[in-house]
């Protein structure tokens, strides 16, 4: 809550003026740790919660139980789940046929010179291929959309960069893994569980592969995520 200072009406006067009453937007404006980098407890804390949005649940693998469920707020889509690692895209040092037995060297989505994204030096995140359990375009989610992805206590910023299996979900960039301290080997990484993936809706960062845009909307759309009813 902003406490106002009371002021004198005049130089010398000896009465005061009352304090404005704060107006409800003041009463209920940001906490000040809200101000600046949001932290991973805060996010965490804001999807305590599920309202399902997806008909059906997903794997985190083949094989897996089918138990993840695609939650909605007004804002944001999210989901909980493991991290798999997407090593597809433009080949590199770390991502290509040789250290990837299933690499492929297309993206669903490109960057604005026409190539495919590269998994090893932009942080995004993969959604399922549009199906009966859920369509991800229903909800304001696109190639480019901005996504927070909270593992532990760090936070990274990513673009909806790929499209995976349509019962499966739970995958990431090389680069998003190492940014947040998961192994990113496309062969051994990744992780089985803790990781939370929250996509603002409509939001979009174009050019897709511009990083510090989708850093720089993901840290304004977070904040204002938290001040959500």
């Not at 139980?65 to 997407?86: S, Y």
């Not at 490109?110 to 190539?115: C, E």
């Amino acid at each position: 809550m902003l406490v106002q200072s009371l002021t004198l009406a005049a130089a010398g006067a000896s009465l005061l003026i009352p304090a404005t009453v704060p107006t409800a937007a003041h009463r209920h404006g940001p906490p000040s740790s809200y101000k600046g980098t949001v932290r991973a407890a805060d996010l965490l804390a804001k999807v305590r919660g599920c309202t399902q949005v997806s008909r059906g649940r997903y794997r985190s693998d083949q094989g897996a139980r089918a138990d993840i469920p695609v939650c909605a707020t007004h804002g944001a889509v999210f989901w909980k789940a493991d991290m798999d690692i997407d090593c597809d895209g433009r080949p590199g040092l770390v991502c290509n046929a040789r250290t990837d037995p299933s690499f492929s060297q297309g993206t669903a989505y490109l960057q604005s010179d026409g190539r495919s994204l590269s998994a090893e030096t932009l942080p995004y995140i993969v959604v399922p291929l549009p199906s009966t359990i859920w369509d991800h375009r229903a909800y304001g989610v696109y190639g480019g959309s901005v996504a927070a992805v909270i593992y532990g206590d760090r936070v990274e910023y990513a673009v909806v960069g790929d499209k995976g299996p349509r019962g499966i979900i739970g995958e990431a960039s090389y680069a998003t893994a190492r940014a947040l301290g998961i192994p990113p080997d496309p062969r051994f990484g990744g992780t089985d569980f803790g990781v939370t993936y929250i996509v603002f809706r409509n939001s979009r960062v174009s050019p897709i592969q511009d990083h510090d845009e989708a850093v720089a909307q993901g840290k304004a759309l977070a904040r204002k995520f938290l001040l959500e009813n």
